[in-house]
Each structure stands twice: as C-alpha cells, then as structure tokens.
C-alpha cells in the first residue's frame, strides 16, 4: 500500500545530493530550451554570433595551434568551435549538458570528437588533461556560487602549461561590468589576452525593433507580463510597459511587429551594420558587451614579486 504519510517508506526513498539535485534541474532546463528555442545556441544563426564565433577561433589560433592538441570544450552546445578544431587536426573532447546537441554532432561523423553528457562545473574530466580547455557564453547560466568552481573547473582539466579561454556577454546597462568580469576569472586564470566587442549600439537598435512583439507577448501571457515590470525600476519605463502591453493596444503592436520583421532579418545578418555601429563605440571608447579571455591556469603558490594585490569588488554580478 502506498502510504505517503508513512515514516518507514519515506525513510526508505534516497535523497538527492545538492549536486545531483541541481544536475537534473539543468538537465531539464537545457532540454525543454533546446526544443523550445534551439537557435538561441546556435552560434551562426545571427550576425553578432557569427562575430563572436570569429574572434574567439582567432584568439584560438594566436595562442594555440590546434593540430594534435588536446582540447576539451566545456558547453559545447551545437559544437562550431569544436567542429572547426576537429577539422583541423586536434583532439576534441565535447561537453554538454543536454543530450540533443551531443546526438546532433554524433550524427556529424566528425573525426577526432568525443562526446560526453556531463554537468560544469562538476565535471567527471581527469586532472591536467587537456592543451587547451574552452569554454565559451556558458557562465551566464550557471548559479552564483558555482561561478568561482567554474573557473577552478577550468584551471583544473588542463595541464600546468595549458591555456584557458571563456567568454561572456558583459550586461550593457551595468558599469564595470568588464572590471568584475575579469576581477572573477583572475582568481584561478593569470590572463593573458582580452578582445572585446563593442556592440551595444547594435543590441539597443535590436531590442527597439523586437519592443512590439515583447509587448505583443506580454498582452497574451500575463506571467511575462509581471516579469517584465517587476523588472523596471523606474516609473516612468514601468508604465510605458504597462500601457503598451494592455489588450486593447495588442492589435496595433501585431501589425508593428509583421511590419518590423524584414527590417529585425536584415538587422540580424547586416555585417557592414553590424561593423559601422561598432566603430561608433570605439571611437567613443564605450559600448562593451562582450568580452574573449585567455590565459594560463594559475599555480598553487604564485612566486614572491612586488605587487599589491587587487581588490575584490563585491557587487551583483553583470553578465547576461
């Protein structure tokens, strides 16, 4: 008989440790996200992603030559940056999370790739293993106090002399965001080389023409609706959202939105747009909103120099 207010049989069910427990949250989390919305790792599905994808395998290849290296990628996700290196002669162990992007890659036939479901930063990957360990847009993800075993993960898997790279989407309406970002990654990781992009002109221009449809979605499911408002902090945005997102205005902003759409596609693959809005920010030395890291994992016992040792600034974290 199955008793739920039974001591002797709720004695006998296996409690979950915090890291299984959190292991199966992600994996279901990562699944029903690949089924909903797989373009969203796709990393050639737009022209910001493509950006991104170039310079990181640049930044690969002035540090590290791929052939006959071994090289893990930790979140692989739909495995451009693996695949590439592949192609190329190194060894390439993939890592994901979710099984629908390692199946899909499996089905690729690629040589030198092996492929692994795993959970960062709980990683089962030997010690001092790797050449070469990446790990690219996958911290934005992961809970707050697993940020700093995300980067021991890192230091860890790859040998004394290997090389480190991770990257994130930087928050565009933070300050500092890059200074927090790598005050992070210098506790297990001495850097290297830092490229950054400079997008945020680009990413404001994108989230103005996709505003109908967010106010579209909102009017039609009320929970968005909430989150999105319990996000404004000012008033005067909080009720701009809110007058837009009512019923009676889902009508004028469906029309905006069938009237955006080829205007939003050509924005999402115009390189030369892209570019030029960049050269904006550059010129204006502001608008950071991405940044590629690579590095070295740090030793154990660093040796004795002068130097005063830099602050850790203790403020919410600003990555997307």
């Known amino acids: ?81 693996v695949e590439t290196l592949a192609k190329e002669g190194a060894i390439v162990h993939a890592i994901d999370i979710c099984e629908t992007p390692l199946k899909a890659l499996e089905n690729k036939h690629i040589p030198n790739l092996t492929l692994n479901q795993d959970f960062v930063p709980f990683t089962t990957v030997e010690d001092d293993k790797y050449d070469l360990a990446i790990s690219t847009e996958l911290i934005a993800h992961l809970p707050p106090d697993h940020y700093r075993l995300y980067f021991s993960e890192l230091s860890r898997i790859v040998h004394p002399n290997g090389h480190i790279l991770c990257s994130t989407a930087l928050d565009i309406y933070s300050e500092d965001a890059l200074d927090r970002f790598l005050s992070l990654v210098e506790t297990e990781i001495k850097i290297v080389k830092v490229t950054l992009s400079r997008h945020s002109l680009y990413i404001r221009l994108d989230s103005l023409l996709h505003a109908p449809s967010r106010f579209v979605l909102a009017s039609d499911q009320p929970d968005y609706r909430k989150q999105e408002l319990d996000q404004r902090t000012w008033w005067l945005s909080k009720s701009w959202f809110a007058l837009n997102s009512s019923k009676p205005l889902k009508p004028l902003w469906q029309l905006a939105t069938i009237l955006l759409r080829p205007i939003i596609n050509w924005v999402e693959q115009s390189s030369r747009l892209l570019i030029a809005l960049e050269k904006i920010c550059e010129f204006f030395d502001t608008g950071i909103s991405h940044a590629n890291v690579i590095g070295l994992r740090r030793p154990l016992v660093e040796p004795k120099i002068d130097e005063i040792p830099k602050e850790r600034k203790q403020k919410r974290q600003v990555w997307e």
């Open 1 to 81: 008989m199955n008793d739920k207010l039974n001591i002797i049989s709720v004695e006998k069910q296996k409690k979950k440790s915090p890291q299984k427990s959190r292991r199966d949250d992600a994996v279901e989390l990562f699944q029903k996200k690949w089924q909903e919305n797989p373009k969203q790792f796709d990393a050639t599905h737009t022209v910001i992603e493509r950006e991104r994808l170039k310079r990181t395998l640049m930044l690969i290849h002035e540090y590290v030559k791929p052939k006959d290296k071994k090289i893990v990628d930790l979140g692989c996700g739909n495995g451009n940056i």
